[in-house]
């Protein structure tokens, strides 16, 4: 068995914390260089970083060994609870098997013309001439699609604001809170007090939610379908199994679009020329009405653009896994209680994998397709693979082409593109001047 190589610039007590903080796409991006398999420090965490594509895919297929867990996925724990993207593999298949039916192809057809409706009502709220906050109007915009397609309309504006702004600030501080030693994090900070808080405000207002719905009965969609769920004994879910699915939902389903939606504006104004095909197919397909489901086969940039945008920025850049019992992975030795980390981000700028990674280039999907087999992780794979995939490229294209038609967006001062240190891979800050379109205009300045 082989030995694993520790990154360069490792620190006692901080690991490789420093790195991680300074410039964590460039850590990232660096990791293959030192072998397939890489010892990184989690702050005082010892981790294994996967960094070959095929043995990320092993790690992944391999669910029961390689469980949830690890710093990052427990920080991910405490706003989630074991809802289905934090249970361990115990207890997955159960809830995993009760909610893929609200994901079937027909139930998206369903949901698009509710996408379609609450993407035209953030959309055109903007005015000619203005200054928006991106991160703000995506978030706007992923949260009402995730409360009225899978929560019906039980969760009022100002409601769902309120969550929004809890959400915001616990993803925030996940994984600072991932890096340094827990002792730290019970210390009766300010920081960590407005982290409990939020957790707590988030967790009422999901009872009130819950307690709602039960009162008033029906409906078709997860909530319904979480509170009608029995097992083969007719033993029905607690509230706190459906609290926390529910809040694992609205997490899951808002800050990965959102953020996801921020970088393809951000590229898109970064590489005028796509821009320009892009607002050239809206044009043709939309004449500036809101894209619908029937529209989507006829925006294949539209589509290759977000996959480009999740290739280079996947908004779950890197995740970690515990592991469960003495094994093997790619010859090297790992025994039961190791943390190991997977990433995205890294597999995704790997060259031999992706001529020329840096390249912002959506015609790259032209001939190949987006599959975990060649390496494309933004939605992961095996068991644990994102439940809400196609929903997610539905209502990014519906979104992107909907802005694309209506809109012209650039970069305005007071940005900054540097990664937030959060648990999702986001720029600092993104203000843009939108201006609208003017059909037929010709290319920009
Ligand atoms: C661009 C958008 C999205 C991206 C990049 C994304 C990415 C991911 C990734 C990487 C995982 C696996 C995490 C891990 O390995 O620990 C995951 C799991 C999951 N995602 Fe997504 N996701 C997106 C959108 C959505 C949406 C819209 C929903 C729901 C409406 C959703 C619901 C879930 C759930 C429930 C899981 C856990 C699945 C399981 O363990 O069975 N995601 N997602």
């Known amino acids: 068995m082989g030995s694993i190589a520790v990154a360069p610039h490792r620190l006692p007590v901080l690991g490789h914390m420093v790195s991680l903080l300074r410039d964590p796409l460039e850590f990232l991006r660096s990791l293959p260089a030192h072998g397939d398999l890489v010892r990184v420090g989690l702050g005082p ?3 294994v970083a996967v960094c070959d594509a095929e043995l990320t895919r092993e790690l992944l297929r391999r669910d029961r060994v390689f469980d949830k867990g690890g710093p990052l996925l427990d920080r991910v724990r405490e706003m989630l609870g ?3 993207v934090t249970c361990p593999y115990a207890v997955h298949r159960r809830p995993r098997r009760l909610v893929q039916p609200l994901f079937h192809s027909a139930r998206t057809v369903e949901y698009a013309s509710i996408m379609s409706e609450r993407i035209a009502a953030v959309v055109e709220s903007w005015c000619d001439g203005e200054v928006l906050d991106v991160k703000a109007q995506m978030h706007a915009l992923t949260s009402a699609v995730t409360a009225a397609t899978l929560f019906g309309h039980t969760v009022p504006g100002p409601v769902q604001r309120r969550m929004l702004s809890d959400v915001d600030r616990v993803v ?3 994984m600072l809170r991932a890096l340094v030693p827990t002792a730290l994090l019970r210390l009766p900070t300010p920081g960590n007090r407005a982290y409990v808080r939020a957790i707590t405000n988030l967790r009422a207002a999901l009872a009130e939610i819950i307690a709602t719905r039960r009162a008033e009965g029906g409906g078709t969609d997860l909530l319904a379908a979480l509170i009608a769920a029995h097992d083969g004994g007719g033993e029905r879910l607690s509230d706190l199994e459906i609290s ?10 808002t800050e990965t679009t959102a953020t996801a939606l921020v970088w393809a504006l951000a ?6 020329a796509i821009a320009d095909r892009l607002y050239a197919e809206a044009e043709t397909v939309l004449a500036g009405r809101p894209a619908r489901y029937e529209d989507l086969s006829r925006l294949p940039l539209t589509a290759r653009v977000l996959t480009e945008t999740l290739r280079l920025r996947p908004p779950v850049w890197f995740v970690t896994r515990t592991v469960g019992e003495d094994t093997e992975l790619g010859g090297r030795s790992l025994t039961a209680g ?4 997977y990433s995205a981000f890294t597999i995704q700028h790997r060259a031999d994998l992706y001529p020329d990674p840096e390249r912002f280039d959506p015609d790259r999907w032209l001939t190949a397709k987006p599959s975990a087999r060649t390496g494309f992780l933004a939605f992961a794979d095996g068991a644990r693979k994102c439940v809400g995939e196609d929903f997610a490229m539905t209502e990014m294209t519906l979104a992107l082409a909907t802005i694309a038609a ?10 900054d593109p540097r990664p937030a240190r959060s648990a999702t891979l986001q720029p600092r800050r993104l203000r843009m001047r939108v201006n609208a379109a003017m059909p037929q205009a010709g290319s920009r300045e």
């Open 45 to 47: 965490v010892s981790a």
């Open 267 to 272: 590229l898109l104004d970064a590489h005028p």
């Open 338 to 341: 190791t943390t190991v980390l």
């Open 406 to 415: 209506r809109w012209r967006l650039r970069t305005a001062p007071g940005s």
């Open 82 to 84: 074991d809802g289905l």
């Open 244 to 253: 926390d699915h529910v809040i694992t939902f609205f997490v899951a389903g």
């Open 172 to 174: 925030a501080a996940m």
